[in-house]
T-cell receptor, first 115, second 110 residues
Framework: DAGVIQSPRHEVTEMGQEVTLRCKPI?????LFWYRQTMMRGLELLIY????????DSGMPEDRFSAKMPNASFSTLKIQPSEPRDSAVYFC?????????????FGPGTRLTVL | GQSLEQPSEVTAVEGAIVQINCTYQ??????LSWYQQHDGGAPTFLSY??LDGLEETGRFSSFLSRSDSYGYLLLQELQMKDSASYFC???????????WGAGTKLIIKP
């Protein structure tokens, strides 16, 4: 298996622009998580899905952030409009319900810089 | 609220043993996980304790005591490649969501 796939790996954009981050979870995994990581705030859970349905989006910082999972193999995180404080590494992770260890498999991350 | 506390930084010598502690305050606690993250990389799973006691995986071991709301990660025969940040994370209830500690940066000196 290729693991969790994220694109793009790096994104540099200007304030006010729309940013779309993409994630393909591991096939067969029914949970998908979006995280944001910064030096100041550490690793923050933004939203997670179970069987494509959003379960908890309480970590989404503002209405500028939205996430979708139209099918089991694809999810997007969109920021519109983007702001410099959104600069961070965004990780997508997936896991399989009922696994012995609840291990979350992380993608390589998208490093977002908003100028 | 739910929180996990761990030291921000630990320094050790190559070849030595180091223990990274994690204490938690939460309800509905199911188990404790540990993840490793190298600079510029993604977190990767190391271990999971659902029951009290010690779990060993090669040079790494993880311990959990529910009565003390405490766990630790033990790294033996330290190698320079073990220099990384280590996160403890709690599984709460049965929803597979993880509550993350702030991470411990492990610095290894030759």
């Amino acid at each position: 298996d290729a693991g969790v796939i994220q694109s793009p790996r790096h994104e540099v954009t200007e304030m006010g622009q729309e940013v779309t981050l993409r994630c393909k979870p591991i096939s067969g995994h029914d949970y998908l998580f979006w995280y944001r990581q910064t030096m100041m705030r550490g690793l923050e859970l933004l939203i997670y899905f179970n069987n494509n349905v959003p379960i908890d989006d309480s970590g989404m910082p503002e209405d500028r952030f939205s996430a979708k999972m139209p099918n089991a193999s694809f999810s997007t995180l969109k920021i519109q409009p983007s702001e410099p404080r959104d600069s961070a590494v965004y990780f997508c992770a997936s896991t399989e319900a009922g696994g012995p260890s609840n291990e979350q498999f992380f993608g390589p991350g998208t490093r977002l810089t908003v100028l | 609220g739910q929180s996990l506390e761990q030291p921000s930084e630990v320094t050790a010598v190559e070849g030595a043993i180091v223990q990274i502690n994690c204490t938690y305050q939460t309800s509905g606690f199911y188990g404790l996980s540990w993840y490793q993250q190298h600079d510029g990389g993604a977190p990767t799973f190391l271990s999971y304790n659902a029951l009290d006691g010690l779990e060993e995986t090669g040079r790494f071991s993880s311990f959990l005591s529910r009565s003390d709301s405490y766990g630790y990660l033990l790294l033996q025969e330290l190698q320079m490649k073990d220099s990384a940040s280590y996160f403890c994370a709690g599984t709460m209830d049965s929803n597979y969501q993880l509550i993350w500690g702030a991470g411990t940066k492990l610095i290894i000196k030759p």
